[in-house]
Structure formats: structure tokens, C-alpha cells
């Protein structure tokens, strides 16, 4: 039951750490939007999502033995959330390649999709509860 | 949760406007001083940004890598009476460029208040995460 509720949740957890780490490399390159030479970047949202929901259901459920202090817990982490360069729409002569408005327009719609994330995450609780309750 | 680490990418990027604000208080108000404590005339500041990393899961904030003298030209006025005057007549006024001065206060100000929205939108979503499930 237990991995099976897991399973139900696991959809929005993983979006949602996806879409809290992409807020930070945002806010990241609008604070960096007048430092010469910075190259902006972004994460690949659905590569990410796609990549991270493969390895949660891969491990779903099942705990890694850590016997020794120096061993791993096996906690699946976002994976292959490679950051990658964007590509500059207009050229900058201080190197820099942040488009202030893009990045302003992005990190306004992640915030809302994390919004949204968090509210279907909330209503699924929510169903459980009532179920659980009855 | 990277969300609380925008608060630092934020804050460094504002304290790094706020001394650049300073920068161009300082220079607009010296715009006029032909003499200063070393009786040589005021030289303009301008600081140098430079993007540095802030906390782990790359996110970058900005710091302030040095406040460097104005590489331009001493503006040199013709006048006679003033005491600071040379054998000619010249007096050689501060460099500063007070249009250039007013672009870069604008620049600051706006990229400033662009940090400021960035921290009350995070804001709102942390305080929309902690209600999760309720």
C-alpha cells in the first residue's frame, strides 16, 4: 500500500523538485543580468521530468543497504537534471548572454507551474485523506 | 530545497546594486570636485560584477570583484580665475560622465527591483509549501 502510495504522489514530487531547482537557475541569471561574461542557463524541463520519473520508479519502494558510515543511502536525487547554456538571441558586447525579459517571463511561469504542482499535490492529499477517513 | 538558496542568489545580487548605486551617488556628486583631500581631482568609480557561486546545485549569485578608477580621460575647462588653474588656464575637472552616471543609476535601480520581486515571489511559493497537505 505504502509503495503504491508513493507511486500516486510521486508524479508532483518529482515535478515539483524539478521546478524548484529550475527557479533557482533563473533567479540565478536574473541576478547575474549585469555581470560581464555570465552565460544563462536552464534545465531541459521535460528530459528532466522524463529522466527523473524513469530512475524514481526504477527504485520505488526499495531502500539500498548502507551498512558503513561512508556508504550511499541510495536516495534517488534528481537525475540528469544537466544544466545547459542558452542560446543568446541577441549578442552582448560585454559577453553577457541574459535576456532580462525571457528570463523574467520564465521565471514567472515556472513559479505558477510550481504553484500549479503544488495544488493538484494538495488535492491528491486531500482524496487519500477523504478516502481514508471515509 | 533550492527555493531558500534564491534568497541568497537574490541578496547578493542586491547588496552588489546597492554598492553600485553608491558608486554613481559618489561620482554624481564629486562631478564638480576639481580638488579633493590629495588635491588631485576626483577620479570616477565603477564597480566590477562577477558572477560567483553561491551554495551547492549550481546556483550563482554576484559579487562585487573591485571598484576600479574610470579609465577615461580628465575633462580639462578653460578658466583662468580659478585657482587650481595651470600656467595656460586649464583646469582639469573630473572625469565623470553624468549622463552615463544617470544610465547606470537607472540600470541599477531596475535590476535591483527586479531581485526585490524575485524574493516575494519565492516568498509566497515557500509560504505555499508549507501548507502542503493541510
Request: hydrophobic share 40%; net charge neutral; aromatic share 6%.
Amino acid at each position: 500500500m505504502l509503495d503504491r502510495l508513493d507511486e500516486t504522489l510521486n508524479f508532483h514530487v518529482q515535478a515539483l523538485r524539478l521546478r524548484d531547482q529550475r527557479q533557482q537557475v533563473l533567479a540565478s541569471n536574473i541576478a547575474n543580468a549585469d555581470t560581464p561574461n555570465y552565460q544563462a542557463r536552464d534545465l531541459d524541463f521535460r528530459a528532466s521530468l522524463q529522466s527523473a520519473l524513469k530512475g524514481a520508479t526504477a527504485s520505488a519502494g526499495v531502500k539500498l543497504a548502507a551498512p558503513g558510515p561512508g556508504h550511499l543511502n541510495g536516495t534517488p536525487g534528481v537525475a540528469g537534471a544537466g544544466l545547459l547554456y542558452r542560446t543568446p538571441s541577441q549578442g552582448n558586447v560585454d559577453g553577457n548572454t541574459v535576456d532580462i525579459d525571457a528570463e523574467r517571463a520564465a521565471f514567472s511561469d515556472n513559479a505558477i507551474h510550481y504553484e500549479f504542482n503544488l495544488t493538484r499535490l494538495n488535492r491528491q492529499i486531500q482524496g487519500l485523506l477523504a478516502v481514508i477517513k471515509g | 530545497m533550492s527555493l531558500f538558496n534564491i534568497f541568497n542568489v537574490a541578496g547578493s545580487a542586491m547588496h552588489a546594486q546597492s554598492q553600485r548605486l553608491n558608486t554613481v551617488a559618489s561620482n554624481l556628486a564629486n562631478a564638480d570636485s576639481a580638488t579633493s583631500a590629495n588635491g588631485t581631482p576626483y577620479k570616477a568609480k565603477q564597480v566590477v560584477f562577477a558572477a560567483t557561486p553561491v551554495g551547492e546545485n549550481g546556483a550563482t549569485g554576484v559579487q562585487v570583484a573591485g571598484v576600479i578608477d574610470d579609465p577615461s580621460p580628465m575633462k580639462t575647462v578653460y578658466d583662468p580665475k580659478n585657482p587650481l588653474a595651470d600656467a595656460k588656464g586649464y583646469v582639469t575637472m573630473p572625469n565623470v560622465n553624468v549622463v552615463e552616471e544617470m544610465v547606470n543609476m537607472i540600470s541599477a535601480s531596475r535590476s535591483y527591483q527586479s531581485n526585490v520581486e524575485m524574493m516575494n515571489t519565492t516568498k509566497t511559493l515557500l509560504l505555499k509549501t508549507l501548507n502542503i497537505g493541510q
